[in-house]
């Protein structure tokens, strides 16, 4: 297999996983520390989860995403040797 078809086959892959684990897990109730990690993140824009100003920021961030608050896009993706990576960003959704 090609590394585009292997890089096509992990993005289904990805899709899948995402679309059962991200519908099966239920919000729970936003913390006094999820409130502050949220007024800390940029108001506009994608951050990148690794350089947000906030403790454990990936568990932060997973947390106000199923709580409607963020939405997620994975970028930079490479597969180089049969090793995947890649990056994560966030961004608040606009609340009307």
Known sequence: ??????S?????SL???RATVMTTEKAKPLTAADRAALASLPQSGWFDVA???????SYRCERLELAG????????????????SARTEYRRIVQN
Do not use: C, N, Y
């Open 69 to 84: 608050l963020l939405e997620r896009r994975v970028v930079d993706v490479k597969v180089t040797d049969g090793h995947f």
């Open 51 to 57: 350089f947000a100003p906030i403790a454990r920021p």
């Open 1 to 6: 297999m090609t590394v585009a078809g292997r």
């Open 15 to 17: 899709d899948w996983i």
């Open 8 to 12: 096509r086959s992990l993005f289904r």
